[in-house]
């Protein structure tokens, strides 16, 4: 006998009726809580990025205080080129303030020609006077710059305490040195220099001499070794050689480690990156490797009014690199309340490594910590100030992980659908600790070191089940028994007509991707009996996604199948349909050490065959998915208290997730011609992927077409 094979067309047309929703509250954005003043870059919170905070920080650049900054300016003896600045923006301060940074408990120390410490940029605040301070306007504009706040400006570092202390001799200056070290200020600001002397053998022999000029060399010595000394560049941009002491490291080492050297330079930037600078000041030239530059262009306070009056609410508009240096000073400030237990010189480490040095040919890398190197060069030193970049892990994060430390994407725990949110809900009250390349450490929630892999989408789960129908399986598509259906890859079904066995195979998407074996024998004829199987997987990720391969791949399962058809009265019918197994999953992330996990899949449907033509099938279910059922995993992690300590600890993680995924599945088909066949199917999800409040409706409309 010859049979005729007819070719069959199968037509999937796929509606997905809402999108995946959460169980939050509408609207807004998700801002990670913050703790003020607690441990941590911004009290509490590891940034791998500011997202989150961008629509603050636009609120804080666009602030009347910030806008005072923007400015386009002139020199009165060139009013014909013109330059535009926005100092506090193009060193990404605003991110620092938008998350509450100020410099609260920090102290910064300041030596200049005198002070209006009267003036209100200061009030509220410490300010600590040593010898005798006279009235100065670009002594009160330095510091304002570092520290000051009032109604119409800030600061950068607006809750920073002072000290302040003239530079009129070397007596004063080592004074001031003696306080700032006696009172652990992070930062020592110099807005001068002696510009007329070049960095050389003979300057220095020729500059400390007396008894008071070694005196003030002891004390920034002394200074150095705990905090950091800050320098203007010379404002000559014609210098071929740095001032003596912006670059006095070069004859004493041992101040590198507590030396910075501040230029002056106005970039063009986008919301990134720096695109290029005009420099206006010396190049860092000698002190390059210990160098940096910021947009000295500033308006700040002054001690004396337009008529040359005292005043204590005065302000006026300068540039030059003495008010470059001061944003440095107080960008360590805000650096040290974010990293409380960072040393001043690990901060000055940071700035250096986070300059923006993208807009510049490098003339030389320094190696600032063991293996991390940064690129300078000699005209801009490490690049343009950016608190932003300082403020986020530099380099690689790290997490010690049963006393390994652990790269931190190596360290995230990918679980599938089947684990939902289990992972995270059982993290969801730890913190954990987090260090960088450069020892700045970050409170991280250890809830965001657990990713949920998407579960297969419920369009593609009724697409499967639409095309097994119309193709003759129906009780396969509508009990859901032996179908691979929650994972992703090819399903190929193997029946004979006659033969009460059945096998299907899932065949991988990739190299890493699912694979499957579901082998069923059926009891009694075509319309009831029980259905028994076994089912064998390995799991790309999508379902258990515990296994040590890319994206939790590689868990292995078993599970046995079981179903019942029966009949309802006349034409009606019910359909039960459950599995039950267990997974052996290696591990991966936090998670090392994962015992057995025990699963299954439960679906009940009722329906009515020849309801409203002959042929019709309609069909109303309930079902879950493939869900964890019991399991646990455990490690020993660095968890951090609220008061910042950390400690390690080992966890116990649980893998069954608290709220289960429920299907509400409605299903119709019915036959048009002899030749064309139709099914309608729809679904609703709640708490889909097993994770709480998230639901997700779809449809899926099916034709067969015999020729």
Known sequence: MTQLLRPTIVLLSVLSLSACKGGGSAGGTDIPP??????????????????????IASGVRNSARYVLQQSTWHFTSAPDVEYTSNPLAAARVDYAHAVGLTGKGQTIAVSDGGFNTRHEVFSGKSVTTTGQVSLDDHGTMVASVA??????MTGVAPEADLIVGAYDTPALLAQTGTRALQMGAVAWNNSWGYTDTPVSRVSLSSFFTSKDDQAYLAALRAYAAQGVVVFALSNDETDASSDLMAALPMFDSSLQDGWLAVGNAVPAFDSTRILSATRLSAGCLEAAQWCLVADGAWTGAQAHNAQGGVSN??????????FAAPQVSGALALLAEAFPSLTPHQLRIR?????????????????????????YSTEYGHGFLNVKAALMPIGIAQLSVDGQATPLPQATVFSGSGVGDAVAASLASQTVTVVD????????????????????ALSARLAENGRQAVSGNATVADAGIEGFSAFRGTEV???????????????????DGSLGLAVTRHFGDGNSGLDLGLKLTR???????????????????????????????????VRLGAEFGLAAASGSGVLTDIGQVAFNSLGVDVGQSNLFTKGDRLTIGVGTPVTVTAGRGTTRLPLRSVDGITRMAALDVGLAPDSREMDLKLSYQVPLSERTNLRLDLVRATNYGNRAGVTETAGALTFKINF
Do not use: C, I
Request: aromatic content about 10%.
């Open 313 to 322: 609410t005065a302000y006026d508009f300068a540039t030059g690199s003495s």
């Open 34 to 55: 913050l703790t003020p003043g607690g441990s941590g870059t911004l009290g509490s919170y590891y940034v791998l990025d500011f997202g989150p905070w961008e629509s």
């Open 493 to 511: 079904a193997m029946e004979a007509a006659d033969s009460p066995l059945s096998v299907r195979l899932l065949l991988p998407s990739g190299a």
């Open 437 to 456: 390349s450069l020892a700045g450490d970050f409170a991280v929630p250890a809830k965001a070191l657990s990713v949920s892999a998407a579960p297969v």
């Open 351 to 375: 700035l250096l490594a986070s300059a923006d040095n993208s807009f510049f040919a490098a003339d030389g890398a320094t190696e600032l910590a063991p293996g991390f190197f940064h690129d």
């Open 147 to 152: 520290a000051g706040y009032s109604g119409k």
């Open 539 to 573: 799991d790309g990720g999508e379902v258990f996604g515990l296994g040590s391969g890319a994206h939790g791949s590689g868990t292995a399962a078993a599970s046995v199948t079981v179903g019942l058809r029966g009949a309802l009265g006349q034409d009606g019918f």
